[in-house]
């Protein structure tokens, strides 16, 4: 769901993105090889509290030197926590920036979370091999003993992308040729906004001007001041608009309409009904998340347009069974929601099972280009909804390769982002492991749950 829709002239820039070189003023940069100085002695089994955000000096986090021979022997040094110069404050869309350090001088990026939720893990970081990324989450995910909500879940999933930044930038490849390299050439997107009547045509004619997949309206939003939503009746104007828009894309062209979640079931089923003949790409959120394993099963049996959701949903076991079931066409969830590039492609790999397409709801910039290397080797359908991240990031020299409404892979190591710190306010830093948890291990090793 967008609450902050595009302006539609971003649809006509069309040309250069997130291209900007710019580095700021005496800022160092960070490769391979150049070892910081040794931090403090870190007490593995004592918890302690995180340090006030430091006034560390900007540098620029960019593109290493690999090494030769294979990964080297590594330590995770430091974990630092910055606010971007525009907040997104939607909890579960947080567009927060964190870097993981390490002793080899290597630096990974990631992107989500609070302040609050990354500090438990980012403790069981420290001290730890940054190389072994499932072991590291397995330990964030089980030391405390409750599973983590889909808010920790976001904070680990921002830490676990920054891992693999590491480990990319280690062997100086792109991520997704860890993962058996693209399945495809590029990845789509789709472009979202509001309007009404001649309003709506004409944007969708232009987003398929401009090379997006599809066209993705909501679902007849009020107007600025009105907040009376009548959803029997709502249902007739999301049919109008829905006409509209499908003039607008062409016979040729695709489009999404997101239910929002505003309707009941039984609204949700005539608006279903009536969009059967039009075709759409998919309904998104016909129904409230909290009824999607009960109405959504019930739903698909009474009719034939695709479906879609998840966008608010964290690790997969809050929709495996939607997915096995083949209850919905489109799975929504997202990065670094369900906890990072480790889980992104274990979902990946259930999709693809049950032949269901992905079609990941829009975070800040870093997560964006995570997508491109965690499902970018999915051999399913995929469409990802590009959200605002169609213009450069002023504090991101290199980020997403965005034109003609398609992200393009690239071959720059790791996430394949430069992150300027001197352009992002410090929030906190965490350089003490956080021990006294008793953690259980089978014979062979691996984590079990205490």
């Given at each position: 769901m967008?609450?902050?829709?595009i302006p539609?002239?971003?649809?006509f820039?069309?040309r250069t993105f997130?291209k ?6 005496g ?8 070892v910081?100085?040794a ?9 302690a509290?995180a ?7 900007p ?10 021979g294979g ?9 630092r926590?910055?606010?971007?110069p525009?907040?997104?404050?939607l909890?579960?869309?947080s ?12 630096t990974?990026v990631g ?10 893990c980012?403790?069981r970081?420290?001290g730890?091999?940054?190389?072994d ?7 964030m995910y089980?030391a405390f003993?409750?599973?983590?909500g ?10 676990d992308?920054a ?11 792109p ?8 399945a495809?050439?590029y990845c789509?997107?789709?472009?979202s906004?509001?309007g ?10 232009a ?7 599809c066209f993705?309206i ?9 907040t009376?939503y ?7 104007q ?6 509209n828009?499908?003039?607008?894309v062409g016979?040729?062209g695709d489009w ?6 505003r309707f ?6 005539r608006a279903?009904k009536q969009?059967?003949?039009?075709e759409p ?5 016909p129904?409230?998340t ?6 959504i099963?019930k739903l698909?049996?009474l009719?034939?347009v695709?479906l879609?959701a998840?966008?608010e949903?964290g690790?997969?076991?809050d ?9 919905i066409?489109?799975l929504?969830?997202?990065m670094?929601n369900?906890?990072g590039?480790t889980?992104?492609k ?6 693809e099972t049950?032949f269901?397409?992905?079609a990941?709801?829009f975070?800040?910039?870093?997560s964006?280009?995570?997508?491109v290397?965690?499902i970018g080797?999915f051999?399913g359908?995929l ?9 450069p ?6 980020g997403l390769d965005f ?7 690239n ?5 394949g ?7 992002l306010?410090p ?6 492991a956080?021990?006294g ?6 014979p062979?090793g691996?984590?079990t749950?205490?």
């Open positions: 967008n609450n902050d829709p539609a002239q971003s649809l820039n069309r997130l900007s070189t710019a580095l700021v003023s800022a160092s940069v960070i490769r391979i090889g150049q910081r100085a931090d403090d002695p870190v007490a593995i089994a004592t918890p509290p340090a006030p955000a430091a006034s560390a000096p540098v620029v986090i960019a593109a290493p030197v690999p090494y030769k990964l080297p022997a590594a330590k995770i040094t430091r974990i926590v910055y606010t971007p525009v907040l997104n404050t909890f579960n869309q567009n927060l920036v964190l870097t993981v350090e390490t002793d080899i001088g290597i990974g992107e989500g979370g609070s302040r609050d939720t990354i500090e438990q980012a403790g970081l420290i730890r091999n940054p190389f990324i499932d072991r590291c989450w397995q330990d089980r003993f409750y599973p983590p889909r808010e920790k879940i976001h904070g680990l999933g921002a830490l992308m891992l693999w930044d590491i480990k990319g930038k280690a062997l100086g490849v991520i997704y040729d860890l993962h058996g390299g693209m495809r050439n789509e997107t789709y472009f906004t509001g009404t009547g001649a309003q709506l045509r004409d944007r969708a004619r987003a398929m001007d401009a090379g997006f997949r993705r909501d679902s007849a939003s009020l107007p600025p001041g009105n009376t009548e959803s029997h009746n709502r249902v007739r999301v049919i109008e608009d829905c006409k828009v499908r003039e607008g016979k040729d999404i309409i997101d239910l929002h979640q009941d079931f039984c609204d949700a089923m279903c969009l059967e003949e039009l790409y998919y309904v998104e959120d129904v409230r909290e009824a999607f394993l009960e109405d099963p698909r049996q009719t034939t695709p879609a998840g966008e949903w690790q997969r076991w929709f495996n069974k939607l997915v096995e079931s083949h209850d066409d489109y929504r969830a997202t670094p369900v906890g590039i889980e992104m274990k979902i990946a790999a259930i999709c049950h269901v397409g992905m990941p709801h975070t800040g910039p870093i964006t280009a995570a997508l290397h965690a080797p051999s359908p469409i990802i909804e590009i959200g605002g991240n169609t213009h990031f002023n504090y991101l020299p290199d034109k003609d409404g398609k992200i393009w892979p071959k720059r190591p790791g996430l982002v430069t992150l300027d710190t001197g352009l306010t929030l906190a830093e965490f350089t003490q956080v021990g948890r008793i953690t259980y291990q089978r062979d691996s984590q749950n205490w």
